[in-house]
């Protein structure tokens, strides 16, 4: 069993920066691929980013990419979603999910755990 646990989400100013972290339990958080995904107010999940179980390979969303970095510290069983220059699009619940079958799955359907979530909020 996994246990996901997010935070670091709150308001920010457009333009502003927020790093998210998810804190895993279980003995075997470096051979999972982990991922973000979030969720805006009347609008599906959607997938954000994904690290691997090595950390040697990393994938975003178009919408995100340059502006979000994902990375992991399996020693201390967390990955992170560093997020610069905000937007107020990026206003959603953000939630991390472990795979433990392969890394980079854009589908939900993929991902065995899933954590509680993190509201991040972008004013203008």
């Known amino acids: 069993q996994v246990q996901l646990v997010e935070s670091g989400g709150g308001l920010v100013q457009a333009g502003g920066s927020l790093r998210l972290s998810c804190a895993a339990s279980g003995r075997t958080f470096s051979s999972y691929g982990m991922s973000w995904f979030r969720q805006a107010p009347g609008k599906e999940r959607e997938f954000v980013a994904a690290?691997?179980?090595?950390?040697?390979?990393?994938s975003y969303a178009d919408s995100v990419k340059g502006r979000f970095t994902i990375s992991r510290d399996n020693a201390k069983n967390t990955v992170y979603l560093q997020m610069n220059s905000l937007k107020p699009e990026d206003t959603a619940v953000y939630y991390c999910?472990?795979?433990?079958?392969?890394?980079?799955?854009?589908?939900?359907?993929?991902?065995?755990?899933w954590g509680q979530g993190t509201q991040v909020t972008v004013s203008s």
């Open positions: 690290i691997s179980w090595s950390d040697d390979m990393t």
């Open positions: 999910a472990a795979d433990l079958l392969r890394y980079g799955s854009r589908r939900q359907e993929s991902y065995d755990y």
